[in-house]
């Protein structure tokens, strides 16, 4: 799938003055470049009823090259799965958005602004399929450069939702150094390896990687 370059955005976002919480603005929009800009800097958005808040935790969860811990349930779990890319990524997206799950988030205008940053090369899904090829689990989230920045993930078969991250740290890891942020840490993700970094440490460590080589997306 091709990027599409975008314009600037005319949203400034500064790490430097944001406040030592989680939720460090609101207001601006939901256009791809205010989005890519946003992720670029070390923020993402994320509405609270009417309001379109901005968020960078000051505790982040990452994933680190090495860090992916692959228990051996998960390895038995997974010969019962398949693993694909961008195959169906509104279907991803809807399931994350079910407002049947506990706290829900993901608004029309949210699901409408990932889709088409899907459509612009930006947004990626990964697809855990069952022995029917049916759609049981998976994630979707951006990709700027070697950074994947995770936005949610859904599973209706026990650990695909795990295989879906096992699936997509498969495809980061042909780069020769990727990082991919699940925005908080849960016993769920910790449990597959990820860790908290600091906010500043993990502006830092994205400089490098939103400029750095991308991996082939189908």
Request: glycine letters at 10%; hydrophobic letters at 40%.
């Amino acid at each position: 799938m091709s990027l599409t370059p975008l314009p600037p955005s005319p949203w400034e976002f500064e790490p430097a003055e944001w406040p030592d919480e989680d939720c460090v603005g609101g207001g601006a929009d939901l256009e791809p470049a205010t989005i890519v800009d946003a992720y670029r800097h070390g923020a993402f958005p994320m509405p609270h009823g009417r309001r379109l808040l901005w968020w960078s935790p000051v505790e982040r969860g990452v994933l680190e090259p090495g860090d992916l811990r692959v228990s051996r349930s998960l390895r038995k779990s997974m010969r019962a799965f398949t693993i694909t890319v961008d195959t169906d990524f509104e279907a991803v997206i809807d399931a994350c958005a079910d407002r049947r799950r506990p706290g829900h988030w993901i608004t029309a205008p949210v699901r409408e602004a990932y889709v088409r940053l899907h459509h612009l090369g930006w947004a990626h899904s990964v697809e855990t399929r069952d022995e029917e090829g049916r759609l049981v689990g998976g994630l979707y989230g951006l990709g700027i450069g070697s950074l994947f920045a995770g936005e949610s993930m859904f599973h209706h078969r026990t650990d695909a939702s795990k295989a879906a991250l096992v699936g997509l740290v498969d495809v980061m890891s042909t780069l020769p150094d990727w990082l991919v942020d699940t925005q908080w840490q849960t016993p769920h993700l910790a449990s597959l390896g990820v860790r908290v970094v600091g906010r500043a440490d993990y502006i830092e460590r994205i400089k490098g990687l939103v400029d750095g080589p991308t991996p082939v997306w189908p």
